[in-house]
């Protein structure tokens, strides 16, 4: 099965991008999401989360998102200690999920696919770029966030133009109706490619 990679940075608009793919009835795995709901049902992983942050890690058996968050940003190895617990994890997830699939192909949505050095498990990469001021603008409004905090992560991450270098598409995130018009012709293209490789 082809396996395309979405990404994107900080409220590139991946999300809106997902949806138009499941319209035409390609399977999105958002791994961001499935990360979050196997940290809050693993067993395995909530042992080792507690072990590393310490029983504030969770409360009332809820993920303590915003203790764990002010640990990583204190501390940079955190994030990297618990991407190591529960990015193999998420792998092992999205390949059970992957045989279920019955599609052309599967879009995986996961934002640092570059930053990890993870390109070569997907077939075709899609980047979603968009402004950086509306980028700030729609991050603020969903996360209520500051624009200091939103900035530190965009500093974090790579340039959309580095991505851009990187990738097989790009969509610009600007306007909707576009938006779906770039995503419909991304998708012949990926199913034109899938063909080719048939023959």
């Known amino acids: ?13 991946k999300t809106t991008v997902a949806a ?3 319209a035409l009835d390609v399977p999105v795995y958002i791994a961001d999401v499935e990360a979050k709901l196997l940290m809050a049902r693993s067993k395995v992983i909530r042992r080792k ?10 409360v009332d058996n809820e993920l303590n998102r915003a203790y764990i968050a002010s640990k990583i940003f204190n501390d940079k190895t955190y994030l990297e200690r618990m991407n190591a617990i529960v990015h193999p994890k998420v792998a092992s997830h999205f390949k059970r999920w992957m045989t279920k699939q019955k599609s052309e192909y599967v ?7 570059f930053e990890q050095g993870k390109e070569e498990q997907y077939d075709f990469i899609i980047t979603v770029t968009a402004d950086i001021e ?12 500051s624009r200091s905090k939103i900035m530190a992560i965009l500093n974090n991450q790579m340039s959309d133009q580095e991505k851009i270098e990187k990738s097989h598409f790009v ?12 995503v419909q012709k991304i998708h012949q293209s990926i199913l034109k490619k899938i063909k080719k490789r048939q023959f």
């Open 20 to 22: 138009f793919f499941e």
């Open 134 to 145: 509306e980028r700030i603008k729609r991050v603020i409004k969903r996360d209520n966030s």
């Open 107 to 113: 879009i995986k949505e996961a934002a640092i696919i």
């Open 171 to 182: 969509i610009v995130n600007d306007d909707l109706e576009d938006v779906k018009k770039q």
């Open 49 to 58: 989360l507690i072990a590393l942050f310490g029983e504030e890690a969770y």
């Open 1 to 13: 099965m082809t396996i395309v990679g979405l990404t994107g940075g900080i409220g590139s608009g």
